[in-house]
């Protein structure tokens, strides 16, 4: 009675085994730290008042968003 090995082993499997990518660990996130009063691109849910609010003193709406959150931030660290 013949058995048959678990692993076939033949030239071209192991060929084909030696040159298989191997799988590179992926490399830890770099958290890169924002240089102070450089504007950074971000998507926000706000709600639509909000929006119709800062939009209605016309172009500049974002600055005026941005304007009252700092004022919040300082706020809360002052506090």
Request: no cysteine.
């Amino acid at each position: 009675m013949a058995t048959t090995p678990r692993r076939p082993v033949s030239a071209m499997d192991a060929a084909e085994a030696l040159f298989k990518p191997v799988k590179k660990p992926a490399a830890p996130a770099v958290e890169k730290r924002a240089l102070p009063e450089v504007k950074e691109l971000v998507s926000l849910k706000l709600d639509s008042a909000i929006v119709e609010f800062f939009q209605e003193g016309g172009p500049g709406w974002q600055d005026r968003i941005n304007d009252a959150l700092r004022a919040v931030m300082q706020n809360e660290r002052g506090a």
